[in-house]
């Protein structure tokens, strides 16, 4: 599952245990409650910062639960559950009144890509892990604010491309030159560490979140749009 920690003006929500992370119904209302507990708490200074234990930072969908459901249609049925249940987080990382950074110190396929995506900056390992949006190779089409949240996220439109119809699997130096994270680390607690200095700096600047919030949103109305998330205009007080 995951747990939540703050340590001094930094929140650290952490994926547990060694296995690949699958954002099965449990574990996505746990991100919810964790995601929900920092917003609660947040201050002038906040920051959130999302890792995980293991080779995995998160694989994805739990596709064993899907495909163990009996027959092609109720496989169906709860992969779509899985895919409802989790734009909720989506929406919660957005909406979040503070700085995101999602600190990746192993493999992120499919909704676990889409995860660390959702964070305002993403560091990855330099030396394993890849990213890698699996749905090209397994059949799977894109639902609508997957596809919404990477062309917003990803500039680049042949880095997009690459990731969506070539199913890349993208290690950390490239993704770095794709735009898609901010820098690559020598190990999981070099990646951890660099979040940690980011999330200190940024925390220093104390900035209004619920406007620092309305300001993220406004960057993405397409996402927005798809999420159903309103952008406000919150009143600036001086």
Avoid at 4 to 19: I, V, W, Y
Avoid at 155 to 182: C, F, N, P, T, Y
Wanted: proline share 3%; hydrophobic share 45%.
């Amino acid at each position: 599952m995951c747990t939540l920690e703050k340590r001094g003006d930094l929140f650290f929500l952490t994926l547990t245990g060694d296995d690949d992370h699958r954002l099965g119904l449990p574990i996505i209302d746990s991100l919810l409650s964790a995601i929900a507990e920092a917003k609660s708490q947040a201050t002038r200074g906040s920051v959130f910062i999302t890792t995980a234990q293991g080779k995995f930072f998160s694989n994805g969908f739990d596709l064993g639960w899907a495909q163990s459901a009996g027959s092609a249609t109720a496989a169906r049925d709860r992969l779509n559950q899985m895919v409802l249940a989790f734009k909720p987080v989506v929406v919660a990382l957005l909406s979040l009144p503070m700085p995101t950074i999602a600190a990746v110190q192993g493999h992120a396929a499919a909704a676990g890509f889409l995860f660390a995506l959702s964070h305002d900056y993403f560091l990855m390992r330099r030396d394993r892990g890849v990213l890698y949006m699996s749905e090209v190779d397994l059949g799977l089409p894109f639902p609508d604010y997957f596809t919404a949240a990477f062309r917003s996220k990803i500039g680049s439109v042949s880095g997009r491309r690459d990731v969506m119809l070539r199913g890349m699997k993208v290690k950390g130096e490239e993704a770095v030159k794709m735009g898609i994270v901010e820098s690559a680390h020598d190990s999981a607690e070099s990646t951890v560490e660099a979040a940690v200095r980011l999330g200190e700096e940024l925390g220093k600047r104390k900035w209004n979140g619920d406007v620092y919030a309305e300001i993220r949103k406004s960057l993405y109305p397409e996402l927005c749009g798809v999420l159903g998330v309103a952008i406000a205009t919150p009143k600036a007080k001086l």
